[in-house]
């Protein structure tokens, strides 16, 4: 059964604390991407990664970090130094190549942290 | 960059009228313009997507318009039915050159019984 995988579904941290938000696809997709989803602000941009071991900054990096060391995975840190960081984080892969083909999303991870 | 605009933010209709949902974008270069259902606690599903070289696509009760000229891409859905009720996303993108796709802030269509 081919997609993309998140995990856990929900997850809370105590404020100071860095958290890893794991996401994997066996869809043999070269690009993936982090989303982060607030009421109101649709999809934002966290990272991306077009191929492994390279990866972008999105609209709003700051205070995250990404590694792409397989095709498969593409595992997100939000670390202390985020602000607000309790959201909705959403994780997408897509063919890549050469530009925006089909994305595709996974369920979802919802971090609270107090 | 991209600039995607998207309107209204809420809309409601009643079971069985059709329901439109209008974007706008910035880059002319733009080409790909999806379309995302999201439901709740989930993640968005691809519905519809057009490429520039046509104007208009159709599946089932869902179609989608593209004006290139106006910039602008609408989402048209007829009959609703009540599992229709979801956030609906558009987005736009490049075909060429390794940019992401830039999604507008949705709409929470609610279809009344």
């Known amino acids: 059964d081919g997609g993309i995988t998140q995990s856990p579904k929900y997850l809370f941290r105590k404020e100071g604390q860095n958290v890893t938000l794991s996401c994997e696809q066996n869809?043999?997709?070269?690009?993936m991407y982090w989303y982060r989803q607030d009421p109101g602000q649709g999809l934002r941009l966290i990272y991306y990664?077009?191929?492994?071991?390279?990866?972008q900054k999105g609209d709003i990096a700051e205070g995250y970090s990404v590694s792409r060391e397989k095709k498969e995975s593409f595992p997100l840190t939000v670390t202390s130094a985020q602000k607000n960081p309790t959201a909705f984080y959403l994780c997408?892969?897509?063919?890549?190549?050469?530009?925006?083909?089909?994305?595709?999303f996974g369920p979802g991870t919802r971090l609270t942290v107090t | 960059g991209e600039n995607v605009e998207q309107h209204p933010s809420t809309l409601s209709v009643q079971e069985g009228d059709s329901a439109v949902i209008k974007c706008t974008y910035s880059?002319?270069?733009?080409?790909?313009f999806p379309w995302y259902k999201q439901e709740l606690g989930k993640g968005p599903q691809l519905i519809i997507d057009?490429?520039?070289?046509?104007g208009e696509k159709k599946d089932q009760r869902i179609a989608v318009t593209l004006n290139k000229t106006a910039k602008h891409f609408s989402l048209h859905i007829t009959e609703t039915q009540p599992e229709d009720s979801a956030v609906y996303f558009c987005?736009?993108?490049?075909?060429?050159?390794?940019?992401?796709?830039?999604f507008g802030k949705g709409t929470r269509l609610s279809v009344i019984a």
């Open positions: 997408a892969s897509s063919i890549g190549g050469r530009g925006s083909y089909e994305q595709y």
């Open positions: 869809l043999n997709h070269d690009a």
């Open positions: 990664s077009q191929i492994v071991n390279d990866f």
């Open positions: 880059d002319s270069a733009s080409n790909y």
């Open positions: 057009i490429r520039s070289n046509v």
């Open positions: 987005a736009a993108g490049r075909s060429s050159g390794n940019t992401p796709l830039v």
